[in-house]
């Protein structure tokens, strides 16, 4: 498959660029929206288009065993199957080696896993994990690797570190096997290493020898202390490729897309604007709102009078509350709807303010409202 990846302007430490997939270009910086099951949660293909989302996020674990591959390939694809016509980047299940850590057992042959949902048991490998990710015709695959976590010593890490590099080269090799037989998406490395500097620069460096289209940060905002996400963050970003996009797994809140992309990161997911929305948690400009508050009873205002989006548009913050007092389901759908939007917002805005040279003054302005704001989405079940 074709891809590309194209720098168009900086601003101080800010990247604005362009990839460019089969099913169309992302403009970077971006975030995507979580659809671990082959869907967002509470938001249609076409709701997902009119709030501005360039790709979406699926999970190889996920979908391995439900529906399952054979399903997907014979729907055509997981673009044609969930009815998304856009870039689609699936996760290897590397996470799920952390979040399911009770279920599964390492190997340096691959990870056992009992599925959460019945027990039976099931063995990924690297060459699976691609196998599956070409299956399902994703624009971006993830290597499987290991992501341990960050309170484990020091040796446990480098061994897992090792591990993961090991898993990477395989990964590169199935991926080019495959190539030959039919047309693949780019597939990105996983920099891992805890939160040890040595670690990190020695995880970039051996990755770097297998010559990846894209490099993913992984291991973060996993439960360390904001100091070290920072810390390590600002110590691992410079290290990666300028002409490859990089991508900040797991990532988060608008204050870390605000440090993150002034590092250089290109590429962000969380399923924090989903998860939030569902529990009556909405994003303005004065901040994250709990819209359940008895002072939205009577408000007859949108949720944000500066937003655009379906919701805002039609609903009062009063009709909202009461979606949700009531316990209905359309609660969660305009909430989602509004989230998204302004997640997809927040990125235009900074990638305007690199277009016209100014994000440091864009960051100045905002960081105070977010800076304090903190969400360990990542360590949460599956969105």
């Known amino acids: 498959m074709d891809f590309r990846f194209q720098l168009l302007s900086r601003s101080a430490g800010a990247r604005r660029g362009v990839i460019r997939t089969p099913h169309g270009a992302v403009q970077t910086p971006a975030f995507l929206p979580v659809g671990t099951q082959g869907t967002v949660k509470a938001l249609t293909p076409r709701a997902l288009r009119e709030t501005g989302v360039q790709m979406v996020l699926g999970n190889t674990y996920h979908l391995y065993l439900r529906p ?7 729907a055509g694809g997981l673009h044609r199957w969930m009815g998304w016509e856009g870039p689609i980047l699936t996760d290897s299940g590397g996470f799920q080696v952390f979040s399911l850590s009770s279920l599964r057992t390492l190997s340096e042959e691959g ?30 695959l993830m290597v499987l690797d290991e ?12 061994k897992s570190l090792e591990l993961t590099t090991r898993w990477a080269r395989r990964s590169r090799e199935a991926h080019r096997r ?11 490395g996983i920099v891992q290493g805890g939160l040890y500097a040595e670690l990190r620069r ?4 051996q990755l770097l020898e297998l010559d990846f289209p894209g490099y993913a940060i992984g291991g973060l905002s996993v439960g360390e202390k904001k100091e070290e996400f920072e810390r390590t963050l600002a110590l691992t970003a410079p290290l990666l490729p300028e002409e490859r996009p990089r991508y900040l797994m797991g990532v988060g809140t608008p204050g870390d897309f605000l440090l993150a992309v002034g590092l250089g990161i290109d590429l962000f997911d969380c399923v924090m604007p989903t998860r939030a929305a569902r529990n009556a948690a909405v994003f303005t400009p ?4 709990s819209i359940r508050r008895a002072e939205f009873k009577s408000d007859p205002r949108p949720l944000d009078e500066t937003c655009d989006c379906y919701t805002c548009r039609h609903f009062s913050r009063a009709y909202i509350r009461h979606l949700f007092v009531a316990r209905e389901i359309l609660g969660a759908v305009l909430a989602t709807v509004h989230n998204v939007r302004f997640f997809a917002r927040w990125m235009a805005r900074i990638r305007q303010s690199i277009e016209e040279d100014r994000f440091e003054r864009f960051c100045a302005e905002q960081r105070n409202r977010w800076s304090a704001f903190t969400d360990n989405e990542e360590g949460a079940p599956p969105d």
Do not use: M
């Open 68 to 74: 399952g591959p054979e399903v997907i390939e014979q």
């Open 111 to 140: 990870v056992e896993f009992r599925s959460h949902i019945d027990g039976s048991k099931h063995f990924l490998t690297p060459e699976k994990v691609i196998a599956l990710q070409a299956a399902f015709g994703s624009d971006i």
């Open 147 to 158: 992501c341990p976590d960050p309170g484990k010593d020091r040796l446990y890490l480098e």
């Open 178 to 188: 495959l190539t030959g037989q039919r047309p693949l998406g780019a597939l990105f």
């Open 202 to 205: 020695r995880s970039v460096e």
């Open 286 to 289: 004065a901040g994250r709102v």
